[in-house]
């Protein structure tokens, strides 16, 4: 069984490579199959499992792929089939874009429901309320998505609620959807404006990505395209918590400084020094951190997806640190974890009352989703003693190579395969 050993204590120094967005490229990859002409050359692409699995899932759809490094190259022409239902469309969120994507350009789809972190129900109620506005049928049969339209015709669309996915999954069929399709009350993250920016380039109309507005133009047709993933800003929250936890001094490359601006500001605001440069961010710590409140909201507000490490920092904070998650109900899996290594922590609800204490103790934990195994490496990190991570794959399947990135910068960390 494979798992992540720490010893922790050692304070980081250096600088990390931040890698391409998860969350974008897992958008990105299904959108490609959109090409009709051309092929698509998409860079910065991370090496993390949620995106080797979608490369089988479009390669299984007809697709030819070819993958160098973190480029991906992606033939889309000959691709024809519109059904995608295999154990790897099961087990990950992010297949379901593959109904925007195939539903735009085959005009349907049938792929199975998807898995993803355990973190609260995961509706899919505002994906299908936008392609049924877009003139699509939708049917849920035996676990399947079956999506079926004449003719997709532009509509205007208010999303109940605020979803990256559902503006993503919307955002692709509408841009091949004959006229206008405005759609209010979108998400505005990062690989939102990331897959607007990427559907642009294979010749899409949209505009409005990052406000509360998008608008798309309907095109007959998208072409291959050569297009640079933007900088994961979960992987880099969760490197610039880490040194803020185990104190030193550590600059992040390749990274958008505005992206992590409620990152940097909460951070700010227990004591850490966050510096930015253009394309760089550095944190100074000196690992005395004052306890602050979080409150999750969608962004440009502080992310959800950092809840989990900035909660294993705030266990050390001196004084009291109250979080509120706004996004999602069952995200503090990862507190039961950390009181085992002696964190004082309530949880009532949504909101979890963690009150410092002077240090954590290394133990034996799990990863109980990605996010959650990233809080587990940062209370390893800065834990006395050894802490053994378990159900590791959760990790694996977001932060590339998570171990080596922090030995470089001076952690005691390796993984350990019996
Ligand atoms: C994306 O999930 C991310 N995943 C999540 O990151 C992230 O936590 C989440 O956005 C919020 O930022 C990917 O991009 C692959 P949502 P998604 O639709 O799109 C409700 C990680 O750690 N909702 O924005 O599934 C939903 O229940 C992962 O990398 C509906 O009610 O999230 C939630 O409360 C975990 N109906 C809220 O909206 C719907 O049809 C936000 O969900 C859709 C969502």
């Known amino acids: 069984m494979e798992r992540l050993v720490i010893k922790g204590g050692s304070r980081l120094n250096g600088a990390v490579d931040i ?25 910065n692409i991370p090496d993390i499992e949620d995106v080797h699995c979608l490369e089988r899932i479009i390669e299984d759809l007809g697709a030819e ?3 160098n490094s973190n480029t991906i190259e992606i033939d889309s022409r000959s691709l024809v089939k519109t059904e995608a239902c295999t154990e790897d469309v099961r087990k990950m969120r992010a297949s379901y874009y593959l109904i925007g994507a195939l539903l735009a350009r085959f005009k349907q789809a049938k792929v199975e429901l ?10 899919i109620d505002q994906h299908i309320k936008g392609f049924e506005a877009l003139g699509a049928k ?13 003719r997709l015709i532009g509509a205007n669309i208010f999303f109940d609620v605020v979803s990256v996915g559902a503006t993503i999954n919307v955002m692709l069929a509408a841009a091949m959807a004959e006229g206008l399709t405005t759609l209010e009350n979108v998400a505005k993250e990062p690989h939102v404006v990331d897959v607007a920016n990427f559907l642009n380039t294979m010749g899409a109309d949209i505009k409005g990505a990052g406000t509360d507005v998008i608008k798309i133009r309907g095109v007959e ?13 979960i992987e880099a929250g969760t490197f610039m918590i880490a040194a803020a936890a185990c104190g030193g001094e550590v600059t992040l490359n390749n990274v958008i400084p505005k992206h992590l601006e409620s990152i940097s500001a909460k951070l700010l605001e227990a004591g850490v020094e966050v510096e930015e440069g253009d394309d760089s961010i550095t944190v100074k710590s000196s690992g005395n951190l004052k306890g602050v409140n979080v409150k999750t909201t969608p962004y440009p507000g502080f992310p959800t997806d950092v809840q989990q490490p900035m909660s294993a920092m705030l266990c050390v904070a001196s004084g009291r640190s109250i979080i509120t998650e706004s996004i999602w109900e069952s995200r503090y899996k990862h507190l039961d974890e950390l009181k085992k290594m002696g964190a004082s922590v309530k949880v ?8 410092g204490v002077e240090k954590l103790t290394g133990a034996v934990v799990k990863a109980t989703d990605l996010r959650a195994g990233a809080a587990m490496v940062v209370a390893g990190l800065m834990a006395d003693g050894e802490t053994e991570i378990y159900n590791i794959e959760h990790i694996d399947r977001g932060y590339p190579h998570i171990e080596n990135k922090f030995k470089a910068l001076g952690a005691e ?6």
Do not use: F, T
């Open 19 to 43: 890698n391409g967005a998860k969350n974008a490229a897992v958008a990105i990859l299904p959108a490609a199959v959109m090409a009709s002409e051309g092929k698509c050359i998409i860079d």
């Open 65 to 67: 792929i070819k993958v």
């Open 114 to 123: 998807p898995g993803g972190c355990p973190i609260g129900v995961r509706p």
């Open 138 to 150: 939708v049917v849920i049969e035996h676990g399947a998505a079956v999506v079926k339209a004449d």
């Open 221 to 233: 047709s998208l072409k291959g395209c050569n297009y640079s993933v933007i900088p994961d800003q």
């Open 348 to 355: 009532e609800g949504r909101i979890a009352i963690i009150e």
């Open 413 to 418: 960390i390796y993984r350990k395969v019996d």
